[in-house]
């Protein structure tokens, strides 16, 4: 079974897609809470699988409770359930540590999909956004990273140790090191394949870069 937990302001939202999901043979919702409720306490009781988190108008209160769901409960998979796909609000949240952000416009089949998709894929990121958001997320995650940051994100990404970046660079691998610790956190990632999967995932890298030849 996949157990789900909601987060959301609306009661009846709350209700009618646990009713929904429920129905689903292998989802069961165990957990159903106001989204600016203390959640901390009932994620490390019993830690979802997939946590669905509404996203609000800003995006300000999911990305504070998406902090406190990767504490209280790391493995949990935060889903994002937005009426908008504002790109600073969806970026916000990405780099808070959502694994997938989707419009509550969405059909239920895809939503399921989403659920069933992010259970079964570890490193998975997915969005359901307009394809204007996308582009501006693209614009906007080239303009993120620095030019040297971006080289070294590449070579992580083709696979190279710390010492074949620094001397494929010409730099100190220690420069390296630092290099990857303002990734990490201009990515809101905690690894190296942490990163690369988030760079990947909202096109940040792409395999014809021409670093990765």
Not at 29 to 39: I, R
Not at 94 to 111: C, Q
Not at 150 to 161: A, C, F, K, P, T
């Amino acid at each position: 079974m996949i157990k789900v937990g909601i987060v959301d302001r609306s009661m009846l939202f709350r209700a009618g897609l646990a009713r929904m999901l429920n129905a689903e043979p292998d989802i069961d919702v165990m957990m159903e809470a106001y989204l600016g409720d203390d959640v901390a306490v009932p994620l490390r009781a019993e830690p979802p699988d997939v946590l669905l988190v509404d996203g609000g108008d800003s995006g300000t209160e999911a990305a504070r409770l998406i902090q406190v769901a990767r504490q209280a409960s790391p493995a949990a998979k935060v889903v994002v359930l937005a009426m908008h796909d504002r790109p600073r609000v969806v970026e916000t949240l990405l780099s808070a540590g959502a694994r997938a952000y989707v419009l509550k416009s969405t059909s239920p089949e895809e939503l399921i999909t989403v659920i069933r998709t992010l259970h079964r894929e570890v490193d998975r990121v997915i969005l359901s956004v307009s394809q204007d958001t996308l582009n501006m997320l693209k614009e906007d995650d080239n303009a993120l990273l620095s030019p040297r940051e971006r080289e070294v994100i590449s070579l992580v990404y083709s696979g190279m140790r710390n010492a074949e970046i620094a001397e494929r660079l010409f730099i100190a691998e220690g420069t390296v090191k630092r290099h990857l610790t303002n990734i990490y956190a201009k990515l809101g990632a905690a690894s190296r394949m942490d990163a690369v999967n988030k760079a990947v995932a909202i096109g940040l890298l792409f395999p014809e870069d021409p670093v990765l030849k």
